[in-house]
């Protein structure tokens, strides 16, 4: 089993999530990210900030930025992994329309830490 939350999983054990729509800076690129109540990370760099204990709950106090590490497919959909550099929590969140495909494929078929 991979030590990594799973925030794409549904059904029976899957991860509680709220919705919050809420834009943000992007932590390591610092553009602005327009949310739309499902966005994780930037959609240019793919970094994300561990923020949340549940997906949407906002209630980890860690804080920090969280980099891509890897990126893979499952179910015909895309996923990118992303590992906290203070923690080392990591959560593989699957990817948005809009996020940068060019970014997606540099970390595409990197081994998935767990």
């Known amino acids: 089993m991979p030590k990594y939350e799973d925030a794409t999983d549904s059904g029976a054990g ?3 999530f709220t919705r919050r729509v809420e834009d943000f800076t992007c932590g390591h690129c ?6 739309n109540g499902y966005t994780n990370h ?8 561990h923020v949340d204990v549940n997906p949407g709950d906002r209630a980890a106090t860690c804080g920090g930025l969280m980099p891509p590490v890897a990126a893979g ?40 830490p767990g």
């Open 14 to 16: 899957a991860a509680r």
């Open 30 to 35: 610092e553009r602005t990210v327009r949310g």
């Open 42 to 49: 930037c959609p240019h760099c793919l970094w994300s900030r």
């Open 73 to 112: 497919i499952s179910k015909d959909a895309y996923f990118v992994v992303q590992r906290c550099e203070k923690c080392g929590h990591q959560r593989r969140n699957k990817t948005a329309p809009r996020d940068s495909r060019e970014t997606i494929l540099t970390y595409f078929g990197r081994p998935i």
